[in-house]
């Protein structure tokens, strides 16, 4: 992983307005132990992580 | 003879407030991975009405969208400022916070949207920002 390493998150529909995210995405709640769960895009590409 | 004028159904902005609430209002209790609040349907009533009878028509619209808590957040992204109201529909307040991505700068305060000074403060804030975004 480096700087330019991509991090993948999933996101609700509903957090989602065309197109637009909410930038509640980058703000983790305590049902993430106030960190950011984020798929490491160097081991897992986009699809995977949203197919997980 | 004589024609009828055609009558042209009115677009609907694709970020109309009311259209996107009306969405939200399908949200069912557990929404978000099992948590969260949905909305309640007064709550929402009540900004749909309030919104569309005191925001300006000639400032840009907010994106739409629900909080964990049945809240309801609005979003500008007008460079260099975001912009979010995180409102209580419940009580009727709001957290109003502005970022400058410029200058790393930001504040926050409450308003009451019950009081028309609350949404004065938004629509002197959104103005400001959109002034100097362009």
Redesign the interface.
């Known amino acids: 992983m480096n700087s330019g390493t991509l991090l993948h998150r999933q996101v609700?529909p509903?957090?989602v307005?065309?197109g637009?995210v909410?930038?509640?995405v980058f703000k983790p709640?305590p049902?993430d132990n106030h960190r950011l769960s984020v798929y490491d895009g160097d081991q897992v590409t986009a699809l995977q992580a949203w197919l997980h | 003879m004589t024609t009828e004028p055609f009558l042209r159904p009115r677009p609907v902005d694709?970020?109309d407030v009311p259209a996107?609430l009306d969405e939200?209002r399908l949200?069912k209790d557990g929404?978000?991975?099992g948590?969260g609040s949905a909305p309640t349907a007064t709550g929402i009533d009540w900004l749909s009405d309030r919104f569309t009878r005191t925001y300006p028509e000639d400032l840009p619209l907010p994106?739409?969208?629900?909080?964990?808590d049945g809240g309801i957040?609005l979003?500008w992204?007008l460079e260099p400022h975001?912009i979010?109201l995180d409102i209580d529909l419940a009580k009727h307040t709001a957290s109003l916070h502005e970022l400058n991505l410029a200058s790393d700068e930001d504040q926050e305060e409450k308003l009451n949207l019950d009081e028309p000074a609350g949404w004065g403060r938004l629509i002197e804030q959104i103005q400001k920002a959109t002034e100097g975004s362009s």
């Open positions: 609700n509903s957090w307005q065309q637009r909410t930038s509640q709640t049902k | 694709p970020l996107r939200l949200l929404w978000f991975e948590h994106f739409v969208y629900p909080t964990p957040r979003e992204s975001d979010t």
